[in-house]
């Protein structure tokens, strides 16, 4: 039998993840014996092994790897096909709302940018009802892979655009954001090098992945908190050239000579046939 249950995909990748079939079950509200034999029922249906189980706990196996792979991948396109048809039936309903397209970006960048590409789609005929979904560091890939999100602005080095479609909008610098009182603000330049070692201004670290990368600098978690922290003088960032919009007065931005250039796309599903959408990428092509 080659079809896979929602459940036994949850079941697994709960275990899978846990690596301890009593922290899975607790986090699946679920006895312990009854999530025992639906593994067990799992590995006999496919002819694998997906578990080792030994006296040092639970590990995948290479099959069980490549199951955690796709089972989550499949259960993302399951969520994201029940949000997007509810979108999409709202709008088939008498009197119900016009079709209505979620768009995920990273929260405080790119306003101007943000600001002609609605105000042109706006104008067009049968233009549907945007969302603009604030998020998180490279948080819009998962948003797209879910169904949180139909459409994302995104930016190259800092996220794949692996299995989505996209267009390119605009490319620009970087800048570092630092107190504007301190002396390298004065400055007409910077490097990276020169950046990295300020030991009263560590860089600030933002999670990925759940997990922040080591180093001096505050946990950042959100934009404001960024924002109170660089005017404190307790932390600087680097980020693209667009982020000026946001600065305060007791902020100054500096340009980062050696720092990659950022690439802004307009991203969506590759699978997506979604009328609304495609309107909404035409829009984009033109700006």
Known sequence: MDTLETRELRYFIAVAEELHFGRAAERLGIAQP???????????RLGVVLLARNRRGVSLTRAGEILLQEGRAALDATTAAVR????AGGADSPGGPRDRLVLALK?????ELLNKLLDAYAAEPGA???????????????????????????????????GFDSIELMTE???????????????????????????ELPLARWPRHDTYPPGP?????????????????????VFPE????????EHAAVPVSDAPVVTTHIVWPAHSRSRVLAGLIRTASRL
């Open 34 to 44: 009854p999530l025992s034999r639906a593994i067990q029922q799992l590995e006999r």
């Open 107 to 111: 929260a405080g960048v790119f306003h």
């Open 217 to 237: 600098g505050p946990e950042i978690h959100d934009q404001t908190q960024l924002a109170q922290l660089i005017a404190l003088g307790r932390t600087m960032a």
């Open 242 to 249: 667009s982020a000026r919009t946001w600065l305060w007065d």
């Open 128 to 162: 549907a009802e945007i969302e603009v979904l604030p998020s998180g560091l490279c948080e819009q890939e998962g948003m797209l892979r879910d169904g949180r999100a139909d459409v994302a602005l995104m930016h190259t080095p800092f996220n794949s655009l692996a």
């Open 173 to 199: 610098g970087q800048v570092a954001i630092l107190p504007a009182r301190h002396p390298l603000a004065a400055r007409k330049t910077l490097s990276l090098a020169e950046i990295s070692d300020v030991p």
């Open 84 to 87: 997007r048809t509810r979108r």
